[in-house]
């Protein structure tokens, strides 16, 4: 797992990498990690290798998250 990936994902979803490090997926295909809050309404972050992440809610399905990053949808860092 990437250091990088693991800080940034802990520092959107204001977990702690301990948890993190239980809840993620290597995506190989997409150079990129997918993290999950491990409770009822969490989220999901996508980081990719360069640093670049989606967000996304509860309601949007994991599948549908990594098509929209897939296509290039990505989270603006300013607006955390």
Do not use: H
């Not at 948890?19 to 996508?46: H, Q, S, T, V």
């Amino acid at each position: 797992m990437n250091q990088k990936s693991l800080e940034i994902a802990s520092k959107v979803l204001n977990m702690s990498e301990e948890i993190l490090k239980e809840n993620y997926k290597i995506l190989e295909d997409d150079n990129a990690i997918l993290f999950w809050e491990p409770c009822r309404g969490g989220r999901n972050i996508i980081v990719a290798e360069d640093g670049s992440y989606l967000v996304g809610i509860s309601a949007v399905d994991p599948s549908i998250l990594l098509d929209q990053f897939r296509n290039g949808s990505r989270t603006d860092s300013n607006k955390q």
